[in-house]
């Protein structure tokens, strides 16, 4: 197993989401320029930012229960490099970096809010949660909140509850100047009456106009479908819609907002719709839609399940890995054991090669908190020469039209 964690990095980045991560008292995390570990919005943020061999950035838990028992241990080398070293069972196997921390991370902005309460990096991109809290937290007489989820915990804490469009632009102009970010991803919950889209739209047309950075937008499935050809047009790139589980009496238990609201099919519908949208419009934009799970909340064959079905409509599915996050309805759950995993994320980047889907091929975008399809290559034999090389021209076709058109916004906009 050592040997093995040593040598393929996707192995350790899945590993240590299953059982997080013990820091040593030689660590110095944010002296040493690293990130703060963060409550953030998106609750498997609450963990530390680590970069792993071959660059593969993650968020390894630390906050929760399990992580205080995990056989890995975070030490600062004493040698002139100071050198961060993962240690498992007391055995060195790796060298690790400490996801840098901008300066950003320290600022204000114009209106006196800390920078960190608009957005904050997941790996390499930003993240935002917009607007205030999902109303599946304030639901009368009973919330009914996703159980694993923990953004009505932490709100007002790590995050703000009002971000004005100039407050936005103002973070994502200092994160793509200082941390050089392509991509800004827009999460929100559920609120009455499917306002989530027109709230977004004023961000998303000032940062496609003035910045040109490539947009996610993350919500509850709109009622009106329609409304994801328009979101297409503004030059959104991706949708993505977390229905969590594929089994329909988990879903229901665990997930009850979701099904009394909109109901699984209704996530599903949202997503052969979305995914079937490729190609057309105006828009020269990329586009692609995102179906994403929680892999641990469920066994192992429904996680693969919920992957055939997402790929078999064109959509490509985005796992999580289970975190029961402190103070959430499943605290006292376990995680996944990795080797649970394993087959799920094998599965993941041979079902995305065999129904030839566009993945990896986004400029500068490194995922801290899943691992990506093409992260899961290591867990496969298969290798698919023909697809890997269509799939290696295409991100370098992308990257650079995408590189050209960004230095030109960046040139006008980021002095305003
Ligand atoms: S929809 Fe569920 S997971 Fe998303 S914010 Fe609301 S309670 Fe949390």
Redesign the pocket.
Known sequence: MLDELRTNPSLLKLDLYCKGLRLDDSCFIEEDGGRKILRT?A?LGSGLELILPGGLWTNAPVSEPFAAKSPYVLHKGTGANQQYWLYRDGVQVSPVDLSPRPAWYDAQTATGKPMTRIGTLQGTYLGIYQAK?????TEKPQK???K?????LNLGIDDSDEKSVDEVLEVVRAARRESGITYVDF????YEGDTYLDILEPYIRRIKEELGLLIGVQT?PHRDLKRYDHLKEIGVNRVSF?F?IFNRGLFEEI?P??HAEYGLDFYLEAIRYCASLTGTGRSDEPWVTNGEIIAGLEPPGSSIRAIDWITSVGAIPTVCVFRPLVGTDLEDHEPPKTEDMIPVFQHLYEACMEKGLPIGLAPNIHVSLVLLPEECRAFSSKRYLWQSAKLAVMKKVFGRQFERKLREHDRSALNA
């Open positions: 919005r609750g809290v999902c109303e599946y937290w009914v909140n996703c694993f989820c923990s953004v009505g999460n929100t919950g559920h509850p977390c969590e997930c907002g979701k």
